[in-house]
């Protein structure tokens, strides 16, 4: 008898421990979520921090507004460059809103780019993927930069985000490529 309440006792202390451990491990799982959605947040912010100074830094290979035939390395005309009196790139809005009728030539190529992606895909689509029918490098840098282009492109109205983390162009947008 003293064994059988001791076995109870015994497997009653095992299953409150396993449970206090799974709490435990809960909330370590929580604060590493936390954790890597800030490092991305910053990842992604040190990359656009890095493309402003490097942009800042060369002013020679700038254009005035209006001015240039071609894109430059981002796909950018020189006409939709809105550069202030300094001749600095800071505020520059490269991503337009979408307005009803509205081209997706008005976008960087690189835009332009994930919007065919999706589009031909027909369906949503995670940024990982998308890197890799972009044929880019899948490297957490790449996805981290096109997640924030992607991010950007739904508050633009270009694409939608119903479920989180997956992107797809909007109807709009789809009847636009006449799809």
């Known amino acids: 008898m003293v064994e059988a309440i001791a076995m109870g006792s015994l497997l009653e202390e095992l299953a409150r421990r396993e ?9 370590l799982r929580e604060r590493l979520t936390a954790e890597e959605e800030t490092l991305s947040r910053l990842v992604v ?36 460059r809105q550069a202030g009196p ?5 505020g520059v ?3 337009p809103r979408r307005r009803p ?20 895909a027909g369906s949503g689509m995670r940024a990982g993927k998308i890197v890799a029918a972009l044929g880019l490098p899948g490297e957490a840098a790449k996805v981290e930069g096109l997640r924030s282009k992607l991010k950007r492109l739904v508050e633009r ?12 162009v909007t109807e709009q947008v789809r009847t636009r490529f006449g799809r």
């Open 45 to 80: 912010t040190r990359q656009t921090v890095e493309e402003i100074l490097q942009e800042a830094a060369s002013p020679a290979q700038r254009t005035p507004t209006g001015a240039g035939d071609g894109p430059d390395e981002r796909g950018t005309t020189g006409g939709d």
């Open 86 to 90: 300094s001749g600095s790139p800071i």
């Open 19 to 27: 449970t206090a451990a799974r709490e435990r491990v809960e909330r």
């Open 101 to 120: 009728g509205m081209n997706t030539s008005v976008l960087p190529r690189a835009y332009q780019d994930v919007l065919e992606v999706l589009t031909d």
């Open 157 to 168: 109205g270009w694409l939608s985000e119903e479920v989180p983390g997956v992107f797809a």
């Open 93 to 95: 809005v490269t991503v």
